[in-house]
T-cell receptor, first 112, second 119 residues
Framework: GNSVTQMEGPVTLSEEAFLTINCTYTATGYPSLFWYVQYPGEGLQLLLK?????DKGSNKGFEATYRKETTSFHLEKGSVQVSDSAVYFCALAPFGNEKLTFGTGTRLTIIP | GAVVSQHPSRVICKSGTSVKIECRSLDFQATTMFWYRQFPKQSLMLMATSNEGSKATYEQGVEKDKFLINHASLTLSTLTVTSAHPEDSSFYIC???????????????FGEGSRLTVL
């Protein structure tokens, strides 16, 4: 079956540090890949997505590249801010299917 | 962006009682809503897919009689945990898909979640 494995947290970084949150997946075919973010007290929000190999999703300074050869979709940001503190979820959806499979989430805390 | 609201955000109940959680799409119509459950330090697990005007489709291992889902309108789906027990304590999250004419799938929007604690 489909599964998503992401870096266990919590992750604590200083402001302006470089961020990487690892995500690998197991799926048949060509799934779409997503990163969702959940800020305190809010629902999950789509941060970025990629629908085919070598696609790069980007939003708010975050990037992730769909790497089929390594079945990975690592989230990166060059310089994090305190406002980036949240829980980040990696997820996949099989091609033509809207059912999402989520990773366990990674809590990120940025300190000034 | 679109807003999905869940109510209540927190509920504590006694064992054996039933609890209803509402999921509303506030500014759009949602033909499909999804209900997830999240245990501490675990993934969100899809429980069921709720389609307006028809019966919900449950994932394998989810008890239909335990978790009653009703999607009576294009803006409201409800999850009722019947005869709740401590093992039902969890974080329940709904998501809604905007009905987009002519396209296979629309973006999903998530509620803020409802934490159920059964004593």
């Amino acid at each position: 079956g489909n599964s998503v494995t992401q870096m266990e947290g919590p992750v604590t970084l200083s402001e302006e540090a470089f961020l990487t949150i690892n995500c690998t997946y197991t799926a048949t075919g060509y799934p779409s890949l997503f990163w969702y973010v959940q800020y305190p007290g809010e629902g999950l929000q789509l941060l970025l997505k990629a629908t085919k190999a070598d696609d790069k999703g980007s939003n708010k300074g975050f990037e992730a590249t769909y790497r089929k050869e390594t079945t990975s979709f690592h989230l990166e940001k060059g310089s994090v801010q305190v406002s980036d503190s949240a829980v980040y979820f990696c997820a996949l959806a099989p091609f033509g299917n809207e059912k999402l499979t989520f990773g366990t989430g990674t809590r990120l805390t940025i300190i000034p | 962006g679109a807003v999905v609201s869940q109510h209540p955000s927190r509920v504590i109940c006694k064992s054996g009682t039933s609890v209803k959680i509402e999921c509303r799409s506030l500014d759009f119509q949602a033909t499909t809503m999804f209900w997830y459950r999240q245990f501490p330090k675990q993934s969100l697990m899809l429980m069921a897919t709720s389609n307006e005007g028809s019966k919900a489709t449950y994932e394998q291992g989810v008890e239909k009689d335990k978790f009653l889902i009703n999607h009576a309108s294009l803006t409201l789906s409800t999850l009722t945990v019947t005869s709740a027990h401590p093992e039902d304590s969890s974080f329940y999250i709904c998501s809604a898909r905007i009905a987009v004419a002519g396209l296979g799938t629309g973006e999903l929007f998530f509620g803020e979640g409802s934490r159920l604690t059964v004593l």
